[in-house]
């Protein structure tokens, strides 16, 4: 018969318990875990009974977490803060030129200089074996949390995570957006106000992806209305291709059009005022300590050194040509 314990820790309970707890929406929840939402109820229910209280309370249709619930939760981020410090301790007595680093990047980035990196990289160190994943911002977060990548490269500021205190980051590159759009007036134009940017639809990114939000709010600072979508893509590559298509309007991350310009047949303009952000390495501060991911940065240094990370994707479109 099952402890008390096993009961808690066992299945995948405490990573249902803690997604709910992040979303707090039981549909949501059981649609990022890919389960079906009764599975949800039970495990969280089964749960509930172990513990011996409510982890959670409804008050119309708004879920609210418990005083139990919190201290569960404080639990299981400790629990899972332990695992990872145990697991990075051990990995930090590896070889600085042998091992595995995980790599998670934001699948709406321009990819060519990472990519032109990590080719000389590997013929530097042949043994280290690098994973990477092109993921959505909350998937980044969450195998960040439970250290199933090491580091990720990704946008910021990002204000989707409350506590930054076990992360930092550090910055590749300043990144900015740029509005295209195959309207001829804007041919002689640098810059262009929000307002004037409404006169066609948009192609976006969804509306869970950073870059979306990120201009949304952008309008809103500025008083004026987001742009209307008429269709959505998570590729920088379909969003232009389509926009193109279309003659609708767009707007893309400058790297990605300083990569790809040759071509591309609508006007880019600078938003007045910028949008601007950027291009980041995330991690969990431990993880310097691990010999091959310093290794990993150091060399990184070393190649931006070399050359700049703009004017690096600049000469990335040279070669194209």
Do not use: C
């Amino acid at each position: 018969m099952k402890t008390r314990q096993e009961n808690i820790f066992s299945s995948k309970t405490l990573t249902y318990f803690l997604q709910l707890a992040e979303t707090m929406n039981y549909t949501q929840a059981a649609q990022l875990l890919g389960i079906t939402q009764p599975a949800l109820t039970q495990q969280i229910k089964k749960l509930e009974r172990t513990v011996g209280a409510p982890l959670f309370y409804s008050v119309g249709k708004k879920l609210h977490i418990s005083d139990a619930g919190r201290t569960m939760l404080d639990a299981t981020h400790q629990i899972y803060g332990l695992l990872n410090t145990a697991t990075d301790e051990i990995q930090s007595a590896t070889s600085a030129s042998r091992g595995k680093i995980n790599i998670g990047i934001l699948a709406s980035m321009e990819l060519s200089v990472i990519q032109s990196f990590l080719i000389k990289y590997y013929q530097q160190f042949p043994n280290i074996e690098v994973s990477v994943h092109l993921l959505t911002r909350k998937e980044i977060w969450n195998r960040l949390e439970n250290n199933k990548i090491d580091l990720a490269i990704m946008y910021l500021p990002d204000d989707s995570i409350k506590n930054w205190k076990p992360y930092r980051s550090k910055k590749i590159a300043d990144e900015s957006l740029v509005f295209l759009s195959s309207n001829p007036l804007l041919k002689k134009r640098k810059k262009i106000h929000f307002e004037d940017t409404l006169t066609e639809k948009w192609v976006t990114y969804p509306d869970e992806y950073y870059l979306n939000q990120f201009i949304s709010e952008a309008y809103k600072n500025q008083m004026v209305d987001r742009p209307v979508s008429a269709a959505q893509f998570t590729s920088p590559f379909e969003n232009l291709r389509f926009a193109e298509a279309t003659g609708l309007s767009t707007a893309l991350p400058k790297s990605f059009y300083d990569a790809h310009n040759v071509g591309i047949e609508s006007n880019a303009v600078q938003f007045d005022p910028a949008i601007q952000f950027e291009l980041a390495f995330v991690f969990r501060k431990e993880k310097e300590d691990i010999p091959r991911i310093d290794s990993f940065f150091r060399e990184f240094n070393l190649y931006l050194e070399e050359k700049d990370y703009l004017t690096r994707i600049k000469e990335q479109n040279r070669k194209i040509v």
